[in-house]
Each structure stands twice: as C-alpha cells, then as structure tokens.
C-alpha cells in the first residue's frame, strides 16, 4: 500500500495518505479544513538498483555515527572511496 503525498489548494497543508488502490485518490479530503481540492505532490523515491555483491565484493553498509549535532548517517556507495 503506499503513502501518497498531497497538498491542500484551500488551506495550503502539505499531508501524507496511505492508501489501498489508486482508485481511492479521488476520495481524498485535507485533514486540516476538510477541503476535497488537493493536489497529489511528486513523492521522493528510495531504492537501491543493482545486484546482490559477490562474495568477493563488500556490501553497502549503512552506519551510524555521534556527531556533535546528534546521530549521523553514512552510506557507503559502490565505487566511493574515503
């Protein structure tokens, strides 16, 4: 089921909806003021493409570290050297 991102044309609030189907856009209204008149957001997409690495190769990792702003990320990408 994926998340749908929507923005009020009435009221201006930007909202997040799960749906089932397609089917169900239609039947969307702003949680804010109630409002029918949304307009469906271009969503940001998350994935990764390419094979699974070989026993020889080294997976990507995914790491965490303490930064002094709070918790960082850090993604090792294929081809990227430190």
Do not use: W
Request: aromatic share 4%.
């Amino acid at each position: 089921m994926p998340i749908y991102e929507f923005s009020c044309q009435n009221c201006g609030k930007e909202f997040e909806v799960l749906l089932k189907s397609r089917d169900e856009i239609s039947q969307v209204k702003c949680p804010e003021c109630g409002s029918s008149d949304v307009k469906r957001l271009m969503s940001v997409v998350n994935s990764i493409i390419g094979s699974k690495p070989s026993a020889s190769e080294k997976p990507r990792v995914v790491e965490s570290h303490n930064c002094p702003t709070g918790t960082c990320t850090h993604i090792e990408l294929p081809g990227y050297s430190k």
